[in-house]
């Protein structure tokens, strides 16, 4: 099988402190325009390779990294760091929108980045509103305080600030662990729907959502990526928790 370069390519990563392995040789293909989800259990390292991504484990002084993070086909270290982190976004686990207007916080980005007439910015804030499926909900609400909507709406709101300084990679480390059924459905479908435009990394915890959203699922385990289609998980007892994953996966 030949394998085509992803947007991103991890090549042999190693992340570590002075105590402990954290991750162990990562090889690792991002595809571009696809949901490409990574699972494991908690502590596996799933937040440490994304951070990896776009260079946030340098803010973390204990950890040493080496082996490859390649984005394009470049290494990540030799883009600027603000230019990297803008065109590979992140969206956490918990909503965490700025104490500001729902306006404010989507037209944060790009007034930090380019220089817009009001009119464009406020296209801008449209546009990444629409894309993130909040658009109806709030457009006469945009000078409303960010900390008043819901739950998934704040996740949403995070979603199109995301959005708004146009990335080519958007990354979600369990974005919906904090929210009720209904307000994750809505961010599993708008998910699928950002693969047109966009590349898709989702972290979960969630088996019934990778495999709903995913078009490639990545099982990590002990900092390890393991080949569950060949069943590497099912033959080693060191596996032995990853097998409950393995099995989710597999119905
Ligand atoms: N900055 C850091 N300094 C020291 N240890 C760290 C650091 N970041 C992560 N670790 C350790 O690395 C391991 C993996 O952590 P990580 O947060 O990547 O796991 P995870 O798979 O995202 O877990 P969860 O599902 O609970 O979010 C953990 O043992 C954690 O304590
Ligand atoms: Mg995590």
Redesign the pocket.
């Known amino acids: 099988m030949i394998r085509m370069p992803g947007i991103i390519e991890v090549r042999d990563l190693n992340v570590a402190?002075d105590r402990?392995q954290?991750l162990s040789n990562v090889h690792l293909t991002i595809k571009e325009n696809a949901v490409n989800t990574i699972v494991?259990p908690?502590?596996?390292?799933?937040?440490?390779?994304i951070r990896t991504f776009n260079r946030l484990t340098e803010l973390?002084p204990?950890?040493r990294q080496n082996g490859q993070v390649l984005f394009h086909g470049k290494d990540v270290r030799d883009y600027r760091v603000i230019s990297l982190r803008r065109r590979i976004g992140l969206v956490f686990q918990k909503p965490n929108p700025f104490p500001a207007s729902i306006y404010d916080n989507v037209a944060f980005g790009p007034k930090l980045h380019m220089k817009l007439t009001r009119t464009k910015l406020d296209e801008i804030v449209h546009d990444s509103l629409v894309s993130a499926g909040l658009y109806d909900e709030v457009k006469h609400l945009l000078d409303k305080s960010a900390l008043e909507l819901s739950g998934g709406q704040q996740q949403r709101l995070c979603i199109a600030r995301a959005l708004a300084v146009q990335p080519e990679v958007l990354m979600m480390d369990?974005p919906t662990s904090s929210l009720d059924p209904i307000a994750k459905g809505k961010i599993e479908d708008l998910m699928m729907e950002l693969r047109n435009q966009y590349t898709v990394v989702l972290?979960t915890?969630d088996m019934g959502q990778a495999n709903r959203v995913s078009d490639s699922i990545d099982l990590?385990y002990n900092g390890r990526i393991v080949d569950y289609d060949k069943a590497e998980v099912m033959k080693m007892p060191e596996f032995e928790q990853a097998k409950h994953f393995v099995m989710k996966l597999a119905k």
């Not at 908690?42 to 390779?49: A, E, Q, V, W």
């Open positions: 402190t402990q954290i494991g908690s502590g596996s390292g799933k937040s440490t390779l973390y204990k950890l369990e972290v915890h990590l």
